[in-house]
């Protein structure tokens, strides 16, 4: 009876911790950024395209006192108090709440008059040295900014991630010749460490907050590893904001060596942290949306997303309409440009030879091998100190290594404990998508990861280890030596796309149908890029208790284009964001340094990583360039009504679920999605032949003639019209951009449109499309 009593309580424990959730609700009536009067008491807020919100402004804070209580009452009136939990009010780029409900209170409450628009809120993930003098900022882009202790001056970068730690060189304030000043404009609070008291902020610095309402209420909130401030618990936060603001000229130091300097793209843009991700689950949306809406309203100009869905909400029926995204469109029309993520082992005494030892054959005889896997070389207790000191250790990658209970790491430590020369981990099977990155060590290592490489050694160790009748080793006779591996190689095939980079066409629905943009944007450093890491980072094994850490994902390139934007924001601080966008669109290269087609990394039938030639579905419109970016002679620009024109256009999306997530009305005169203004043309369903438009203005400072060229792949005709224009300083002029279908391949057709300047600009679009049958 007892045995079935607490089955019971169990059953009843785990009733009760899934009969709330948390929901994102969005209100009739508009938020802050689009409100245009209509309410008694309470005067227009809306601000114009690319315009910030002044939140000082008592029209603004009155207004979003009124919705604030319009979200209570309404709680307040269909629920008794305490039965439900608001979590968060949104009232500055969507109208609506987060609150922790029953699903018998969200189905009331998606039916009561006033609610637009409920749904079940979901998880979100993190996509995760030499990159400056890689993209020429030190020579290129920092001088005409008045040198890198210029770079970024006043410019305010949001970044929505794990938090930061404020001790890391990368952010001190005092690491400057030109103290910090009062900022002139940004609003933002700064959260006090709870355990120092001490603030998050420094100057550098100038804001920090954390959001965990969402956590906490579902119950993944854990204070001991997660911390209830913005202090970094996973190291993720700190890294991408390092990579776009960190401070330039930092000795990345480990283990006893310097592996180089570090610096952010814009050394000396200020930091404003917004944690909303934490080490374990990741984050919740309704938490990142809290963040965001914060972030624009403490008057951010760059806005840093790491972050992507785990799997997109199933209540709306595209891919682009949800409250994440309408807040993002939200901060794009408030001025915020959004960037969101789609060294090894070194030796003091080279080249002398050693002994081999492999692990299995240096086992003590209490060793536990039963209970760990001992060529894992992971507890050095297992092992004989004897046998390993003065010689190389040879150790096996295990899946392990794979699932993250195994580190290089801790190979490295364990063979410098027992006193060993250096190590060899040798990879005998792999399994398609692991990633293999170089890892600095406290010792010399190496990682053979060619699986044939790795068998030839371990035959070598075999055949030359002599072994008695019971397989005991009578004499290590294997040898190997050691060579110096600190020095990083530039290589002139830099850059790739990566394996793990997110690849084109872009969806517009749950049908995997494609929509008519072109994704991604543009292709910048992610892979194995050296930057700032948390003491208490545990997002990557190898770099536990470090200062700086070497990874990869596209959580590294969102914060590069971050920081260069920051940059071309400083020079031209009225741009919009779009404009800002095309500039570093229409000016990045598809050649890599060796001036070939840029290369993209692909599975091979046999599973093995390949090169190919790269397309717009790999890099978008090709790899930043940052100085050139600067100078775009034009650019595409676009506004919030345009966005709006693309949904409204696109098939399949209901006019009525657009206006609920923006309260803005339909507009048709885009006619067709493709003519939406972008520095690039998709065209997903080309039937016979389709003309589009693009508008591009002149943001030189002196009148330019361009001629207008185009290529495509033979089996899509492609036109443009006029071949030429001139453009005054400041004017806008209209081309065209026919392409017809030739033969139906099946497969999309990539080319391009090239303006060409008569003093000198140069700005190419991406065109893509796929021919169907009539």
């Known amino acids: 009876m007892d045995h079935i009593r607490c089955k019971v309580v169990v059953f009843f424990a785990l009733f009760v911790t899934i009969s709330a959730e948390i929901y994102i609700v969005t209100m009739e009536g508009d938020p802050i950024i689009s409100y245009k009067g209509g309410v008694n008491g309470f005067e227009a807020t809306a601000v114009e395209s690319d315009e910030k919100i002044d939140t000082s402004s008592e029209l603004v804070t009155s207004y979003a006192r009124h919705l604030e209580k319009k979200h209570d009452m309404l ?53 995760t040295t030499h990159t400056p003098q890689f993209l020429g900022l030190p020579t290129d882009v920092w001088p005409t900014g008045g040198g890198y202790d210029r770079a970024g001056e006043d410019i305010v970068i949001g970044f929505v991630d794990s938090g930061i730690f404020p001790h890391h060189p990368s952010f001190a304030s005092h690491h400057t010749a030109v103290p910090y000043g009062p900022h002139p404009s940004y609003k933002g609070k700064c959260e006090d460490d709870p355990r120092t008291k001490f603030s998050f902020c420094n100057g550098k610095i100038i804001g920090a907050q954390h959001f965990a309402e969402a956590a906490k209420a579902a119950g993944a909130f854990n204070p001991d590893v997660d911390f209830a401030s913005p202090m970094d618990g996973d190291g993720h936060g700190s890294h991408t904001a390092a990579i776009a603001a960190g401070n330039n000229g930092i000795p990345v130091r480990m283990h006893g060596y310097e592996f180089g300097k570090a610096s952010g793209m814009a050394p000396r843009a200020r930091i404003a942290v917004y944690k909303a991700l934490y080490r374990l689950f990741g984050g919740f949306v309704s938490d990142v949306v809290a963040a965001i809406d914060m972030a624009v309203h403490d008057g951010v100009d760059i806005l840093s997303l790491s972050v992507g869905p785990n799997s997109p909400p199933a209540t709306t029926k595209t891919t682009f309409l949800n409250p994440f995204d309408a807040t993002l469109l939200g901060a794009v029309k408030a001025g915020v440009f959004v960037a969101q993520a789609a060294g090894n082992g070194a030796s003091t005494r080279p080249h002398r030879s050693y002994k081999m030892v492999s692990a299995n054959d240096v086992l003590l005889d209490s060793s536990g091998g039963n209970k760990y896997n001992p060529s894992d070389c992971q507890k050095p207790e297992v092992l004989n100190k004897k046998l390993v000191q003065g010689n190389i250790l040879l150790c096996g990658y295990s899946f392990n290594f794979v699932a993250g209970s195994a580190s290089i ?5 364990t063979a410098k404990h027992l006193g060993a020369a250096g190590f060899v981990l ?93 994704k991604p944007d ?58 800002i966008k095309s500039a570093l669109m229409t000016t990045s290269t598809v050649m890599d340094r060796a001036g070939r087609p840029l290369q993209a990394q692909q599975y091979s039938e046999t599973e093995t990583v390949t090169l190919v030639k790269a397309t717009p579905f790999d890099y978008g419109s090709g790899h930043v360039s940052p100085s050139s970016a600067l100078d775009p002679g034009l650019i595409f620009d676009a506004g919030y009504e345009d966005y709006l024109g693309f949904l409204c256009t696109t098939p399949g999306i209901d006019a009525h679920e657009i206006r609920n997530f923006t309260n803005t009305p339909c507009n048709y005169k885009m006619k067709l999605p493709s003519n939406f203004n972008s520095p690039s043309i998709a065209i997903s369903h080309l039937v016979g032949t389709q003309t589009v438009t693009r508008r591009v203005t002149n943001v030189a400072e002196e009148e330019e003639t361009y001629t207008i060229t185009s290529r495509m792949e033979p089996s899509i005709a492609i ?30 057709s990539f080319g391009e449109v090239t303006l060409k300047g008569s003093r000198g600009h140069k700005v190419s679009i991406p065109v893509v499309a796929l021919g169907h049958k009539r």
């Open 75 to 127: 709680l307040g009136m269909l629920f008794e108090e305490g039965s439900y939990k608001k979590l968060y009010s949104y009232k500055h780029l969507i109208n609506g709440f987060a609150a922790h409900l029953s699903p018998a209170q969200a189905e009331v409450l998606s039916r009561t008059p006033g609610v637009k628009h409920l749904s079940r809120d979901w998880k979100v993930k993190k996509l």
């Open 409 to 413: 790491k801790k190979v490295a430590e």
């Open 426 to 518: 040798v990879v005998e099977n792999v399994s398609p998508g692991t990633k293999f990155d170089p890892v600095p060590s406290c010792i010399p290592g190496i990682l053979i990861t060619d699986v044939p490489k790795s068998m030839d050694l371990i035959d070598y160790y075999n055949v030359t280890t002599s072994r008695d009748w019971m397989g005991r080793v009578k004499d290590f006779k294997a040898e190997g030596s050691i060579g110096d591996g600190l020095e990083p190689i530039l290589h002139k095939s830099a850059p790739e796309v990566a394996l793990f980079s997110a690849r084109g066409p872009n969806t517009k629905d749950f049908s995997f149908q494609d929509a008519d943009l072109l």
């Open 522 to 579: 543009i292709l910048a450093p992610g892979s194995l890029i050296w930057s700032a890491w948390s003491e208490n980072g545990t997002d990557e094994a190898n770099y536990v208790g470090e200062g700086f850490a070497l990874i990869s994902g596209t959580s590294m390139a969102a914060p590069h284009i971050a920081g260069i934007a920051a940059l071309v924001k400083q020079k031209h601080p009225q741009w919009s964001p779009a404009a």
């Open 719 to 748: 036109e443009v019209s006029p071949p030429a224009m001139t453009l005054r300083a400041g004017a806008s002029r209209s081309f065209t951009v026919t392409l017809t279908v030739r033969s139906v391949t099946g497969v999309y």
